[in-house]
T-cell receptor
Framework: AQTVTQSQPEMSVQEAETVTLSCTYD???????LFWYKQPPSRQMILVIR??????QNATENRFSVNFQKAAKSFSLKISDSQLGDAAMYFC??????????????FGGGTRLMVKP | NAGVTQTPKFQVLKTGQSMTLQCAQD?????MSWYRQDPGMGLRLIHY???????DQGEVPNGYNVSRSTTEDFPLRLLSAAPSQTSVYFC????????????FGPGTRLTVT
C-alpha cells in the first residue's frame, strides 16, 4: 500500500521569506501523480500544484514550486515571497496513474503553515 | 457552475441515529468520491464511484453506504452513527483518471455524541 508522510506538523515563516514543506512517499508504481493541496480555515481543499512522475522537470505555479526527487521518493513544496494568505494546512497527496479505486488520493497527515507579519 | 456542493455544512447526531450526507456536482464528472478528514491523518477514502450505478469501497468503508443513481449525485449514508464517525466529510469529483484534477466540496462537519 502506498503511504505519504509529512514529517513537519507545523512550520512558520516570516512574511516575504521562503519556506519549504517536506513530503516523502512510498510506492512500487512507476507512473503516478503527486499533489500539494492547501486547506485554509474555510476548509475548502485547493489544488496548489501537481507533478507527473514521468516528468523530470519540477512543476512551478507562480510562487509555488516543487523539488521532485523520484529515486528518493521525495516531493517538497517551496513557497517563495510568503504572504499572509498562504497560512493554511498543506497536504501532500499521491495518486497512481492506473488504479482501480476511482483516482483514490492518498494523503499525508498535513503541515500547518503559519505566516508571521 | 456551482461545482461540488455538500449539505449540510454542520450536523450533530446522537449515537445510533442515521442520516444522509448529500453531494452533488454539475460538471458532468464520472468519478466521485467520499473522504473523511481526522486530525493528523489527512483525508482517507470511504467510498467511490466511477459512474452511475457503479460504486466500490475505499480505505475506511465500515459504517457507511453509498449509491449512485445519477451522474450528478452521490449521497453518503450513515446507518447507525457512532462517536468514531465524528469527522469532517468531503465529497470530490473528477472528469476521469489521475491526470484530471479532483474538485472538492466545502465539507460537512459531523459530530456524533
Amino acid at each position: 500500500a502506498q503511504t505519504v508522510t509529512q514529517s513537519q506538523p507545523e512550520m512558520s515563516v516570516q512574511e516575504a521569506e521562503t519556506v519549504t514543506l517536506s513530503c516523502t512517499y512510498d510506492t512500487s508504481e512507476s507512473d503516478y501523480y503527486l499533489f500539494w493541496y492547501k486547506q485554509p480555515p474555510s476548509r475548502q481543499m485547493i489544488l496548489v500544484i501537481r507533478q507527473e512522475a514521468y516528468k523530470q522537470q519540477n512543476a512551478t505555479e507562480n510562487r509555488f514550486s516543487v523539488n521532485f526527487q523520484k529515486a528518493a521518493k521525495s516531493f517538497s513544496l517551496k513557497i517563495s515571497d510568503s504572504q499572509l494568505g498562504d497560512a493554511a494546512m498543506y497536504f501532500c497527496a499521491y495518486c497512481p496513474e492506473f488504479n482501480n479505486a476511482g483516482n483514490m488520493l492518498t494523503f499525508g497527515g498535513g503541515t500547518r503553515l503559519m505566516v508571521k507579519p | 457552475n456551482a461545482g461540488v456542493t455538500q449539505t449540510p455544512k454542520f450536523q450533530v447526531l446522537k449515537t445510533g441515529q442515521s442520516m444522509t450526507l448529500q453531494c452533488a456536482q454539475d460538471m458532468n464528472h464520472e468519478y466521485m468520491s467520499w473522504y473523511r478528514q481526522d486530525p493528523g491523518m489527512g483525508l482517507r477514502l470511504i467510498h467511490y464511484s466511477v459512474g452511475a450505478g457503479i460504486t466500490d469501497q475505499g480505505e475506511v468503508p465500515n459504517g457507511y453506504n453509498v449509491s449512485r443513481s445519477t451522474t450528478e449525485d452521490f449521497p453518503l449514508r450513515l446507518l447507525s452513527a457512532a462517536p468514531s464517525q465524528t469527522s469532517v466529510y468531503f465529497c470530490a469529483s473528477s472528469y476521469g483518471t489521475a491526470a484530471y484534477e479532483q474538485y472538492f466540496g466545502p465539507g460537512t462537519r459531523l459530530t456524533v455524541t
